[in-house]
């Protein structure tokens, strides 16, 4: 600097630097960072983007993490179900082919010959036959119309297929390179055959959605009770705080399936139950801070002024209490994280076939003492990670954001 230059930054700005040197809380924030980015993604980068992730291969049950198979594709007689990016990103897309896992196959003139796949064990498998076009072409579809418009199938009276442009040898090829792979199963698989990555990675999803609603929802209704409690006091202040203490009296998973159940089980519900219980402690809060605000000399000169109630609240008061509900959110959100994981354990929560956490430990329990106790401990392990995030992260934003702590000379530069 030439002169004594003085420079001014916000508290927002120092917030941000004595948060980046909490080497926990930033672990915290990059762990949710990206578990945001993979719920988002969602179905476009699963490995299995079914909807739900739900492509059971009842062959495949029960295979270690790393498993590996030969697969073959075969066209489903159906129109193709391809959808466009963002469509597939929340929903997923059906898959146009079924896939077939074998052991061993053969070319035998116009049909290819699989292998059953029996396992690990190399037990010799029964032989099933394909015709080389039925793997390549639907059958029976509008977009059959459209290749026989092409020249490149022609159908007999009962609608099979009897001949095609491409030769038997090009058929084959054609095979070979798009419609035989080698799929890995990361993670493994589930007692119905479904990708327990893919699993994992969509229950990412069911998870954030249910912390971010309740959230929100909390949030709302506490600043709303809280403010209308803080600054007007009197028989107002009675009355929700006597709403309060009866609602804080009642235990928290309890209350939320007595919700649940009067709501209905399913996704949303579980959204609106979490979100409908949270909201008491951020009621305290933005009280018990509106109430040490409200007679400060800013608010009297806003009164003098002749500002509105309403401004008061939501433009000076509002603002200089938001720090502890950052907090208060952050705990919050991993609270309703393990509240619908308990809900989905216990059956109320999400519904089969959705991905959630909490339904897949109670699935796959009775595997702890088994053979696969992966399969429990994987999304118990998920859960945990997640909440110990936004953990670090809350108490990283209380240190961070706690103004009194930091030394003048930090505050002008």
């Not at 080389?132 to 418009?149: C, F, G, K, Q």
């Not at 209490?321 to 216990?346: D, Q, R, W």
Request: hydrophobic share 45%; net charge neutral; aromatic share 12%.
């Amino acid at each position: 600097m030439t002169k004594k230059e003085e420079k001014y930054y916000s508290l927002t700005y120092f917030a941000w630097q004595r948060f980046k040197k909490n080497k926990l809380a930033m672990f915290g924030l990059i762990v949710i960072c990206l578990c945001m980015v993979m719920a988002a993604l969602g179905f476009a980068i699963t490995p299995d983007s079914t909807p739900d992730a739900n492509d059971q291969l009842l062959e495949l049950s029960k295979k270690r993490p790393g498993f590996k198979v030969q697969m073959l594709e075969v066209r489903k007689n159906e129109a193709s179900h391809h959808v466009n990016i963002f469509s597939k990103m929340l929903f997923g897309e059906v898959s146009d082919y079924r896939s077939i896992p074998f052991s061993s196959y053969k070319f035998d003139g116009n049909d290819i010959v699989l292998t059953e796949y029996t396992g690990e064990d190399k037990r010799p498998g029964a032989d099933f036959k394909f015709n080389l076009a039925d793997v390549v072409y639907p059958v029976n579809t509008a977009s059959i119309e459209n290749n026989a418009e092409k020249g490149y199938v022609e159908f007999n009276e009962l609608g099979s297929i009897k001949k095609t442009r491409k030769t038997a040898k090009e058929l084959q090829i054609e095979i070979e390179k798009n419609n035989i792979i080698t799929k890995k199963f990361i993670l493994g698989t589930d007692p119905a055959g479904r990708d327990l990555l893919s699993r994992l990675m969509i229950g990412t999803r069911v998870s954030f959605s249910v912390g971010f609603t309740a959230v929100f929802i909390s949030v709302i209704i506490g600043i709303l009770m809280g403010a209308l409690a803080g600054y007007y006091r009197g028989w107002v202040d009675d009355i929700i705080i006597w709403f309060i203490n009866v609602v804080w009296s009642v235990p928290t998973l309890l209350l939320v399936i007595a919700i649940t159940l009067a709501l209905g089980k399913g996704f949303w519900q579980v959204f609106i139950a979490v979100g409908l219980t949270m909201w008491v402690e951020v009621a305290r809060v933005i009280r018990g801070q509106i109430m040490s605000l409200r007679e400060m000399e800013f608010i009297e000169a806003g009164r003098a002024l002749g500002f509105t109630n309403f401004r008061i609240i939501t433009r000076h008061i509002l603002p200089n209490v938001m720090g502890p509900v950052i907090v208060i959110s952050a705990s919050n959100f991993a609270s309703a994280i393990l509240i619908e994981a308990g809900l989905s354990f216990l059956g109320i929560g999400a519904q089969p076939p959705t991905a959630s956490w909490g339904a897949m430990i109670n699935a796959h329990r009775g595997y702890i003492i088994g053979d696969a106790p992966y399969l429990a401990f994987l999304p118990g392990f998920a859960i945990m990670l997640i909440v110990l995030a936004f953990v670090l992260l809350g108490n990283g934003l209380r240190d961070s954001l706690d103004t009194k702590s930091m030394d003048e000379e930090q505050v002008i530069y």
